[in-house]
C-alpha cells in the first residue's frame, strides 16, 4: 500500500506563488507516474499536472505557463510549483501516484493512489 502526503498549501495573494509537495510512501509500480488534481467547491475535479517515471510532463489549460511540476525520484517526491496565482485557482489539490488507467467517463486519467488533499485560497 502506498500512502501519498501532501505538504504546502496554504494562503496567498493573487499574483502570489506557492510550491506544494507530494511524498510517497512507499515504491511505485508502473510508469504512470504522478499527478496533480484539484477540486474547487461547486466544480467538478481537474486535472492539473502529470508527471512520468521518465519526467514528461502535462498541464491543464488552465495552469499552463505558470505552474511547473517536477520530481525527485530518490525522495519519492514530487513537486508543483504555482506561481501567478488566481482566485480561480482555489481549491483543495490532491496528489495521485501509482498504475493509472483512463476513465472515459471522466474524460481523464485515474491513478491508484491519492493523498488525502491541501487547501490553496487564493485571495483578491
Known amino acids: 500500500q502506498v500512502r501519498l502526503m501532501e505538504s504546502g498549501g496554504g494562503s496567498v495573494q493573487a499574483g502570489g506563488s506557492l510550491k506544494l509537495s507530494c511524498t510517497a510512501s512507499?515504491?511505485?509500480?508502473?510508469?504512470?507516474?504522478m499527478a496533480w488534481y484539484r477540486q474547487a467547491p461547486g466544480k467538478e475535479r481537474e486535472l492539473v499536472s502529470t508527471?512520468?517515471?521518465?519526467?514528461?510532463?502535462t498541464y491543464g489549460d488552465s495552469v499552463k505557463g505558470r505552474f511547473t511540476v517536477s520530481q525527485d525520484n530518490a525522495k519519492n517526491t514530487q513537486y508543483l510549483q504555482m506561481n501567478s496565482l488566481k482566485t480561480d485557482d482555489t481549491a483543495v489539490y490532491y496528489c495521485?501516484?501509482?498504475?493509472?488507467?483512463?476513465?472515459?467517463?471522466?474524460?481523464?486519467?485515474?491513478?491508484?493512489?491519492r493523498g488525502q488533499g491541501t487547501q490553496v485560497t487564493v485571495s483578491s
Open positions: 495521485a501516484a501509482g498504475p493509472c488507467y483512463y476513465d472515459d467517463v471522466a474524460g481523464m486519467y485515474e491513478y491508484q493512489y
Open positions: 512507499g515504491r511505485i509500480s508502473g510508469s504512470c507516474g
Open positions: 508527471i512520468d517515471t521518465v519526467g514528461t510532463t
